[in-house]
């Protein structure tokens, strides 16, 4: 068989494995990117070194498939003769290397014996200060925490509990449903995330599927950033769980200073969703829209600095300012913990109306 029959057959059957996949039919999905793999490797058998390209593109294809197959010993072992050759073009290198990050981590994740969810996430924040591999820690955490926070919030939405304003979310669901951290392959900085398999026990009370949340976790963030608030109220019909949502979403989105990109890829099915300096308006066009509340224009002020002291409790939050003035701001009581709280000591700009010699709160977000 040529080149051409052996390709055609590899990917043939890596549509198959895809399509079993998700159908839940993980067992035959593994045996049909086996065969896959099989059928890619010997494709890339009959091929010479006059086409450097279509050489390039097959190695990488069939390393992918036997990681697909989860054959780590076979998608390593190529990967690493194939980089001891010559003849492999430079980007078929470079690809073949992050390959081969990804193949030790998987292993060494799977060798842990901790059970983790099939759906992952691949989180890349790109542009302006971000060089590949390095970001600024501060930046990085505060993306970590916010999406642990839709993380936990997807899980008390989907299990109808009151909105939670103070205070962490309920054990349970931290034990039950915590996310994991995975370093990813360089490329601008890029990180993976992961939810722990549950043990079994923990779901005998209660109805919610782990599954469930990671799929919903994805289409929360990508109903919020849309134009349309009517797509985020189909599955988040709840204003209050809505309004925090599209707050969380806004401290992911990049006002184009520090960042300029964060995309969120779901692993299983290859979509993403990608966060720039526009999403902020398309989300602030949303909760202008939910709240259906206008603000007189010789009312409404904006406050920006660094939040340095905040007391929910209390209703009210301090903005020190360039100047070093502080500015006290009361009427907080709508806002909720995992929102203003990764922005303690951070620059932020706050929305509110001067009455009465007095800062009134509207809302908050970073000033990155």
Known sequence: MTWSEWHNRSQELAAKASDELRSGLEEAAIETYTA???????ALEQLSTEKPRTLGITAISATSLWFKARNYAAAESLALKLLDTSDLPEFARHDLRNLLQTIWLQAARDASGIPFLPNKFL??????EIVTGAAPIDVILNKIQTIQAIFYRTVEQVRELPLRRHGPAPKDIQDSFTPWLFQAPPGSYQFAIALREPDQTSFLDNETEPTEIADKFFHIIQASISNNIEALHTIVPDNGYASTFLKLARNLAPSGRTYENLDILSIN???TINLNKWTRKAIQSNLRELSGEEVASELAVQISGVLR???LDKDWIDIIQDDNQTQHIIDVRDSVD?????????????QATYQDNKYYFKDIELDE
């Open 309 to 311: 002291a905040v007391h």
């Open 269 to 271: 099915d290859q979509k």
């Open 36 to 42: 896959a793999a099989n059928a890619e490797q010997r």
């Open 123 to 128: 989180v890349s924040v790109s542009g302006g």
């Open 338 to 350: 995992d929102v203003i709280g990764p922005m303690v000591n951070k620059q932020v700009k706050v």
